[in-house]
C-alpha cells in the first residue's frame, strides 16, 4: 500500500511538474503577445535530451545530477499531495526543509565537478540568494508551527480543513511567503541563478543531453514541491487529489503573471528586498503569534 | 572496570610513551596507537556502570573521589575515540620533524586530564586535571611557534582568568559547605540561597564558559583553534571545548539541579533565559563571521563557536528533548568538526601548510577519499538528513517550537542556513573548482591520515540512520540528570514525539539515488572530457590564469561586513594594553637605587606614625 501511494505521488509530482513547465511557457507567450510553444513542449525536449549526446566532467559531475533529482523526488514522498502522503509519519516540516537542501547542494557539487567560471558565479549567487529568501522562510514556517503548536504538516492541514485556511489566522505570513516565492522558484525577479542571457544557465551550463534531461525534471518537480507547500500552509491542502492540484495551479499561474513582466534583479537587491519587506512582514506576524500565546 | 585504571593508563601512557620515544622512534608510533586503542576498550569496557569511589588521601582534610556514571561514560567515550583518531592521524602528519616526543607526551596528556576531567566525583580534583589540561593545551597550541606562541598566549591568559574564577567558585562551596564531593553537594544545595546560588554559577560559568568559547568568551578561540597543528585542532575543536559544556551539565544539572537554576531571577530576567539568548548569539553572529573567513581552520574556528552556541541552548533551555538534543549534539559535532579539522589538515599537509581558501581547489581529484569525508562531516554540521547532526539539532528545534519560544527557533535555524554558506565555501573552495597546476601531480594522503577520517566519517552517517543507538545513551544521561525520559524508536521518535523515522528516510533516498541512476545509465551514453574543457558561451576564458572562487560570497561580505567587527576581541586587547601600561608604571617604582628605596621605606614609616597619631588605631 505504501509503495503504491509512493509511486502515485512520485508520477503526480513529475506529470503535474512538467504540466506546470508547460503551462508557464504558453501563459508567458500569450501576456507577451506570442502564440508560444505547445504546453506538451517540455517532454518532447526531455525524450529528445535522454537522446542527445552529452559530456560529464567525473563522476561527481554525474553525481550531482542524480543527488539532486533524487533529492526533489524524497522530499515530495513527505509532502501531503491532498490525502496522499506515503512518508509523513516519518518527518515532518523540519524534515522537508532540511530534504530540500539535497536538491540545490548536488547542483552546486556537479557544477564544481567543471573549470566554469559561469558555473561558480551561479553557485555563489545560489547560496546568497538561499540565504537570502530563508530568513523570511523560516520565519514563515516557524510562525506557522508555532501557531498550530506541532512540526507535522499532516496536522497542520488538518487543522485547517477543521478551521479556516492558514492565511486567514496568518495572512502576514502568508504574504511574506508569497513575496518570496519567485527566488525560492527561481523565477523573475529573482532568476539570477540561471540568468540564461548573462551567465548562461549558471550552474547547469555544462550539463547537457541526459543530464540536462534529468535537470528539466529536477525544476519541475521542485517547482511542484515548493508551490504544494504553500498550498498545504496557506491554502488548506486538499480534500482530495484534485482541489489540491486546481489550488497548485492557481499558486502557479500567479506566480508566473509576476515572472511575466517583471526584469531580473542584481543579488544584492534580491537579498536587500528579501531581508526587508517579507522578513518584516514575518517578524511582525512571529511578534503577533508570540505576544498572543503568552496570553 | 574500575575507574582509576582508566586514568592510571592515560597517564602512565603519556609517560611510557616520551620514554619510549628516546629509544626509538618506532616504539614510540606503536605504543601511542596501543595506548590510545586501549582506552577506548577501557572506556566502552566501563559503560553502564555508576559508582563512586572515595580515595582518603586527606588533601587538605578533602576527599579525592572518582566517579563513574552515565554523563562521565558518555564524555569519556567522545574524549578517547577523538583522541585516538587524532593520534593516529599524528603518525603521518606531524612526521620526524622537531620536538616529536613532546608533542606526543602532551596530546596523550591532555587526553588523560580530560578523562580525568570526565571522571573525576569532586571539584577538587576536577580543578587539577582541568588546570593539567589548560597547560598541556597550551604547549600544544604552541607546537609551531611564530604566530603560534602569541595565539597560545591569548587562550592560556584567558583561560587562567576562566580559572580564576572557578577556583572562586570551588572556594566558595568549600566554605559554605565544607565539602567538594560532587554527591554530597548536591544533596546541600538544595537549601541554598538565590545570590548565593547565582554567584557559583556565574562563577563556574565563566570558567566553563571560557574553555567552551561562548560569546562574550570567545575571543581566544579563533586564534588557537587556526594556529594549532590540525590534529590538535581536531581534540581542541572536537572535545576539549566540550569539557566545558561537561561542565555546565555538572554544575547546572548534577550539583544544583534544574529546578532551582529554573527558579533564578525575577520575571523576565532569569538566569535560564539570559544564557538561552547568549547562547542564540553565540549561534548567529560566529556563523555570519566564519562564512567571511578565507582560512580554512579559521572558518572552523568560528564555526566551532556556532555549534557551541547550540550545545548551550539546548542545556540552557532544560526541557528533556532540549538537553538530549544537547548532549547528543556534543557528540556529533566532536565526530563531524574532527573528521572537518582532520580532512583540511591533510590538505594542509600535503600542499606545504597551504590553508588560504583562494588559493587552493579541484583537490576532490587527488584526495577523492578525504573529500568524501570532507563532504559527510560538513553535511553533519549542516544538520542535513542521515546524518547524526540532523538528529540532535532536530530534538533542540522541536523543543524550541513546542515550547513556544520561535525566535530562539529562529536563531538556530538561521545558524544552520549560515552553516550551509560556509561549509560550501569551504569544499567548493578547496576541493572542487580548478585544480591548479603545481597540485596536479600531488600523491595520495597515506592510510594512517584517511583510516581516522573514514572512521569518524562512518560514525556520523551510523548516528544519522540509526540514532537510536547513540539515544539510548544520552537517554540514560538525561534520566540519570532528574530532567525527565524520552523513548527513541532505532530511527528516530514514534509519533508522541513527532513524526521522524531515519530509517525510513534511509531507504527512500537510497531506492530514489537507485532508480535516478539506473535512468541516467538507460540514456545515451556521455563522453568524457577534461575539467578545462568548458562552455564560456563564446568568452574566451584562458585556463590556469583566474581563480574563480575568489571572493566566493563578494556581494555578502560588502553588505554585512560593517556589523560585524569583532568589537569584544578590541575590548579585551584594550584592557590588556591599558593593564599593562599600569603595571609597566608601577614596576617604575623599582628603580634599583638603594637610596629611593630608603625613600620608600622612611615615608611608609612616616605615613604609619602619621596615621597612629591621628586615629589611634593600634
Known amino acids: 500500500m505504501v509503495i503504491v501511494e509512493i509511486i502515485l505521488s512520485l508520477l503526480i509530482a513529475l506529470g503535474a511538474g512538467v504540466f506546470l513547465v508547460g503551462l508557464s511557457r504558453k501563459v508567458i507567450a500569450r501576456i507577451h503577445r506570442r502564440y508560444g510553444p505547445p504546453i506538451y513542449q517540455p517532454v518532447i525536449d526531455v525524450v529528445r535530451l535522454f537522446t542527445q549526446q552529452s559530456i560529464s566532467h567525473g563522476v561527481l559531475f554525474d553525481l550531482g545530477v542524480v543527488l539532486s533529482l533524487a533529492g526533489s523526488l524524497v522530499t515530495v514522498l513527505f509532502i501531503p499531495l491532498g490525502g496522499i502522503c506515503p512518508l509523513c509519519s516519518s518527518g515532518g516540516l523540519l524534515v522537508v526543509i532540511y530534504l530540500m537542501l539535497f536538491a540545490p547542494l548536488g547542483l552546486a557539487l556537479g557544477a564544481g565537478a567543471s573549470d566554469n567560471p559561469n558555473a561558480s558565479i551561479g553557485v555563489s549567487r545560489k547560496m546568497l540568494l538561499a540565504l537570502a529568501y530563508e530568513l523570511p522562510l523560516l520565519l514563515v514556517l516557524l510562525s506557522v508551527m508555532s501557531h498550530y503548536r506541532t512540526v507535522s504538516i499532516v496536522e497542520i492541514v488538518a487543522q485547517q480543513q477543521q478551521g479556516w485556511w492558514g492565511a486567514v489566522p496568518l495572512p502576514l505570513s502568508a504574504i511574506a511567503a508569497f513575496l518570496i516565492l519567485p527566488a525560492m522558484l527561481g523565477i523573475r525577479p529573482f532568476d539570477l541563478v540561471s540568468a540564461p542571457q548573462e551567465i548562461s544557465l549558471g550552474p547547469m551550463v555544462e550539463y547537457g543531453g541526459r543530464y540536462l534531461a534529468l535537470i528539466t525534471l529536477q525544476g519541475a518537480v521542485h517547482l511542484f514541491v515548493v508551490i504544494a507547500l504553500f498550498v498545504n500552509l496557506f491554502l488548506g491542502g486538499g480534500a482530495n487529489v484534485g482541489t489540491f492540484l486546481v489550488k497548485v495551479l492557481a499558486v502557479f499561474l500567479a506566480g508566473v503573471c509576476v515572472h511575466a513582466v517583471m526584469p531580473r534583479v542584481r543579488i544584492e537587491d534580491a537579498v536587500k528586498f528579501c531581508w526587508k519587506w517579507p522578513a518584516a512582514l514575518a517578524v511582525l506576524q512571529m511578534i503577533i503569534i508570540v505576544l498572543w500565546s503568552s496570553q | 572496570m574500575p575507574t582509576e585504571v582508566i586514568l592510571i593508563a592515560a597517564f602512565g601512557g603519556a609517560g611510557l610513551v616520551y620514554a619510549a ?21 577501557l572506556v566502552a569496557l566501563s559503560y553502564g556502570q555508576a559508582r563512586e569511589n572515595t ?13 563513574h556514571d552515565a554523563l562521565s561514560w558518555f564524555f569519556a567515550l567522545c574524549v578517547s575515540v577523538v583522541g585516538a583518531a587524532s593520534l593516529v592521524f599524528s603518525l603521518g602528519y606531524i612526521g620526524r620533524s622537531g620536538n616529536v616526543n613532546f608533542y606526543y607526551f602532551c596530546m596523550l596528556l591532555v ?4 578523562l580525568g576531567i570526565v571522571l573525576s566525583g569532586d571539584l577538587l580534583s576536577l580543578f587539577i586535571f582541568w588546570e593539567i589540561m589548560s597547560w598541556s593545551a597550551y604547549l600544544l597550541i604552541s607546537h609551531k611557534r611564530g604566530r603560534a606562541l602569541q595565539a597560545a598566549m591569548k587562550y592560556i591568559v584567558m583561560s587562567l582568568i576562566g580559572s580564576c574564577a ?47 568559547a561562548m560569546v562574550p568568551l570567545h575571543t581566544w578561540l579563533p586564534d588557537a583553534h587556526s594556529e594549532a597543528p590540525s590534529p590538535f585542532s581536531a581534540v581542541l575543536s572536537g572535545v576539549l571545548i566540550k569539557m566545558g559544556i561537561y561542565g555546565f551539565i555538572l554544575v547546572m544539572y548534577a550539583v544544583v539541579g534544574l529546578k532551582l537554576v529554573l527558579g533564578l531571577g525575577t520575571g523576565w530576567l532569569n538566569f535560564h533565559s539570559v544564557l538561552c539568548w547568549l547562547a542564540a548569539v553565540t549561534i548567529v553572529i560566529p556563523t555570519f563571521v566564519a562564512m567571511l573567513q578565507t582560512d580554512a581552520k579559521r572558518l572552523l574556528a568560528w564555526s566551532s563557536i556556532g555549534q557551541i552556541g547550540y550545545i548551550v541552548l539546548g542545556l540552557a533551555f532544560g526541557t528533556t528533548l532540549g538537553v538530549a538534543g544537547a548532549t547528543f549534539h556534543t557528540l556529533n559535532h566532536a565526530f563531524f568538526k574532527a573528521v572537518l579539522f582532520l580532512s583540511v589538515g591533510v590538505v594542509e599537509y600535503k600542499t606545504g601548510g597551504v590553508r588560504d581558501l583562494n ?6 581529484r587527488r584526495m577523492p577519499v578525504t573529500f568524501a569525508c570532507a563532504l559527510i562531516g560538513g553535511l553533519g554540521l549542516i544538520g542535513v538528513p542521515l546524518t547524526g547532526g540532523f538528529v540532535s539539532k532536530w530534538l533542540i528545534y522541536k523543543t524550541l517550537i513546542a515550547e513556544g519560544h520561535p525566535f530562539l527557533a529562529l536563531a538556530a535555524l538561521i545558524g544552520t542556513w549560515g552553516a550551509i554558506l560556509y561549509i560550501y565555501k569551504l569544499l567548493h573552495n578547496v576541493f572542487l573548482g580548478q585544480l591548479p597546476e603545481r597540485y596536479a601531480q600531488m ?12 572512521v569518524l566519517g562512518a560514525a556520523v552517517v551510523f548516528m544519522g540512520v540509526l540514532p537510536g543507538i547513540p539515544l539510548r545513551a544520552v537517554g540514560a544521561i538525561v534520566t540519570s540528570l532528574g530532567v525527565g525520559s524520552f523513548a527513541a524508536t532505532a530511527g528516530g521518535f514514534g509519533p508522541e514525539l513527532g513524526p521522524l523515522n531515519t530509517v525510513n528516510i534511509c531507504f527512500a533516498a537510497v531506492a530514489l539515488l ?26 574566451f576564458v584562458p585556463t590556469g590564469k583566474y581563480h574563480h572562487t575568489v571572493g566566493f560570497y563578494e556581494p555578502l561580505e560588502r553588505m554585512v561586513k560593517p556589523y560585524l567587527r569583532d568589537r569584544i576581541d578590541a575590548l579585551y586587547t584594550w584592557t590588556a594594553e591599558v593593564g599593562r601600561g599600569l603595571f609597566d608604571r608601577i614596576r617604575r617604582i623599582y628603580t634599583g637605587d638603594v637610596r629611593n628605596y630608603v625613600m620608600y621605606i622612611v615615608g611608609l614609616l612616616a605615613l604609619l606614625i602619621f596615621v597612629q597619631l591621628v586615629w589611634k588605631m593600634w
Not at chain 2, 600523491?443 to 573514514?454: D, F, I, Y
Not at chain 2, 537507485?514 to 568568452?539: E, F, H, M, N, S
Open chain 2, 55 to 67: 580515595y582518603y588521601l586527606g588533601f587538605l582534610g578533602l576527599d579525592l573521589v572518582l566517579r
Open chain 2, 359 to 364: 588559493q587552493l581547489g579541484g583537490l576532490a
Open chain 2, 443 to 454: 600523491e595520495r594522503p597515506a592510510l594512517s591520515m584517511t583510516l581516522p577520517l573514514v
Open chain 2, 514 to 539: 537507485i532508480l535516478v541512476t539506473v535512468v541516467l545509465r538507460l540514456a545515451a551514453k556521455a563522453r568524457r572530457v577534461p575539467q578545462t574543457d568548458t562552455y564560456a558561451a563564446g568568452a
Open chain 2, 166 to 212: 572557578m577556583l572562586l567558585g570551588v572556594l566558595a562551596l568549600c566554605n559554605a559547605y565544607g565539602t567538594l564531593t560532587l554527591s554530597k553537594l548536591a544533596e546541600a544545595m538544595g537549601s541554598a540561597d538565590g545570590g548565593f546560588l547565582l554567584f557559583v554559577l556565574v562563577t563556574f560559568g565563566i570558567g566553563f564558559g571560557v574553555k567552551a
Open chain 2, 21 to 41: 620515544g628516546r629509544f626509538s622512534a618506532a616504539l614510540r608510533n606503536v605504543l601511542v596507537v596501543a595506548v590510545s586503542v586501549l582506552l577506548i576498550g
Open chain 2, 111 to 114: 587526553t588523560a586530564a580530560m
